[in-house]
């Protein structure tokens, strides 16, 4: 009778402690609201509960369905730069501190928009001299997803010496100049990772639509289906053994011979990479890092991406502009999209020598232009002239 009642008060506690309203993450001390568009805000909460919002002089009411799921839209605002309170009402309630209202961004991408101020051109005077406590950046943990998730974790922050570094430094130069020339504050999402592809930010339901992206999901069903987490570790396990032997071997001659004959130790084999955990999957990176974000408010989008996409330049005419639209759709705005063409690294590359072989680095760079062009709303930031031919990063993020 005891271990029952204690299985039910703690099944009791817990169902109420769930029930209680709650916001995702990307709604936290010290966001940025978009100004001058109507601003969703939701959350979850107990079935039927009545949920207040109250923000800058609004109040809205409703009541969370049957799933728990509920959602507000506050009223266009204009930019204001004083710190406000934002509170959330029900059985319990949730305030948030340090809330202005400006422009907002999303930064997505691979490794050129995950780049860091700290690793840019003439870091250190871009380091001590932030002071920007307008200019905010809330940085997506990077996970990967089979199914479109609710949250994310992360965190606003305020740009100042002590945050500044680790901010994507193409998002931070990008708002910063937003913030001088708009004179209203600035709030950047970063969601990006290094080596990724475009169809990984694009929702499976989209890809399914594109002709070109057929094959594509074909093959990676097909990894899938296949794959035999036990064998690929042994595999690896086994390919492990025999690097390190020879690693060994190679090292021992080494040292008996002359600096200019010595043997390059070659690299250690790869782990097997679990098709579904792996950030290259379709949409896997859209599900994760994308949708549990939309529908926040937003003026637009920056992107700089395309070099994992290079061997299949040709495709991306079709996947560039079918993310574009899908991202659009989603949060039903035909919001501004500004990308960051590929930098003059491709030249240096074997491939671009080769007689007869197409430039398949130029071929990316003319299927953003074609982006471009084409879609309504869609800028393109060309950098030819201030890449690095021999450096994909280049450091003049500036």
């Known amino acids: 009778m005891k271990l029952f009642l204690h299985c039910f008060t703690l099944s009791f506690l817990t169902g109420f402690a769930l029930a209680d309203v709650s916001l995702p993450v990307i709604f936290s001390d010290n966001l940025v609201l ?3 568009k109507p601003v969703p805000v939701w959350g979850s909460a107990a079935v039927d509960e009545d949920v207040t919002v109250r923000f800058a002089g609004q109040t809205q009411v409703t009541r969370a369905d049957l799933d728990g799921k509920w959602r507000v839209t506050l009223d266009p605002m204009a930019a204001n730069a004083q710190p406000q309170e934002l509170t959330v009402s029900g059985k319990n309630t949730v305030t ?42 809330f940085g997506v943990e990077r996970a990967t997803g089979m199914t479109p998730a609710t949250d994310v974790k992360g965190s606003w922050k305020e740009a100042n010496p002590a945050n500044v570094g680790s901010f994507s430094a193409v998002a931070y130069f990008y708002g910063r100049h937003l913030h001088q020339v708009l004179k209203v504050p600035v709030g950047l999402i970063n969601t990006s990772w290094g080596g990724t592809r475009v169809e990984a930010w694009t929702s499976r339901e989209s890809l399914e639509e594109r002709p070109c992206a057929a094959q594509m999901l074909s093959d990676w069903d097909g990894i899938r289906q296949s794959w035999d987490q036990a064998a690929e570790t042994a595999k690896f396990e086994a390919a492990k053994v025999a690097w390190q032997a020879e690693s060994k071997k190679i090292s021992e001659e080494n040292a008996k011979l002359p600096a200019d004959q010595k043997k390059k130790v070659p690299p250690a084999p790869r782990p097997p990479d679990d098709p579904n955990k792996t950030p290259h999957h379709p949409a896997v990176l859209f599900n994760a890092m994308v949708a549990p974000l939309i529908p926040y408010a937003v003026q637009g989008a920056i992107w700089y991406q395309g070099e994992s ?9 079709e996947l560039l502009p079918n993310m574009i639209n899908d991202w659009r759709t989603r949060w039903n705005d035909p919001f501004s999209f500004y990308i960051v063409q590929l930098a003059s690294f491709g030249n240096s590359l074997p491939i671009a020598k080769e007689p007869g072989i197409a430039d398949t680095w130029a071929e990316l760079q003319e299927a953003q232009y074609l982006t471009a062009i084409t879609l309504p709303k869609v800028g393109l930031a060309v950098t030819n002239d201030i890449g690095e031919e021999k450096n994909i990063h280049p450091k003049n993020k500036q």
């Open 34 to 36: 978009q100004q001058g």
């Open 96 to 137: 948030l501190k340090n809330l202005l209202i400006g422009e907002v961004w999303v930064c997505s991408g691979q490794s050129n928009m995950q780049w860091t101020v700290s690793q840019s051109g003439n870091a250190e005077q871009e380091i001590a001299g932030a002071n920007s406590p307008q200019i905010r950046m």
């Open 309 to 317: 996409n290079q061997k299949r330049a040709f495709q991306y005419q």
